[in-house]
């Protein structure tokens, strides 16, 4: 069963900084891509950072750029996303979630989600 859970959410003031973390069981991590969407009340997921296997490539929303740092851990079977210089729009429910490919639209598994809320 292919479990991805995410933690590290919740209530920080703006400018603040949080780390989200994913820990993934039952495939094997190396060979997925990973990536962090987010889903704001009200408003559709988005895409926020993704991964290539290798940790090699990253690639972000622009949204996010310069603030957001993706990165993983394959010893770990983990992803992380290191937010700082948070801002009120960044809140969001944040989810992790595993690809086959790198560039991709096309998410294959899921994590059920963490609230990020940024007060101003």
């Known amino acids: 069963q292919v479990q991805l859970v995410e933690s590290g959410g919740g209530l920080v003031q703006a400018g603040g900084s949080l780390r989200l973390s994913c820990v993934v069981s039952?495939?094997?991590?190396?060979?997925?891509?990973m990536n962090w969407f987010r889903q704001a009340p009200g408003k559709e997921r988005e895409f926020v950072a993704a991964?290539?296997?290798?940790?090699?490539?990253?690639n972000y929303a622009d949204s996010v750029k310069g603030r957001f740092t993706i990165s993983r851990d394959n010893a770990k079977n983990a992803v992380y996303l290191q937010m700082n210089s948070l801002k009120p729009e960044d809140t969001a429910v944040y989810y992790c979630?595993?690809?086959?490919?790198?560039?991709?639209?096309?998410?294959?598994?899921w994590g059920q989600g963490t609230q990020v809320t940024v007060s101003s």
């Open positions: 979630a595993a690809s086959d490919a790198y560039i991709t639209s096309r998410m294959k598994y």
């Open positions: 039952g495939l094997t991590f190396s060979t997925y891509a």
């Open positions: 991964i290539s296997r290798s940790g090699i490539s990253r």
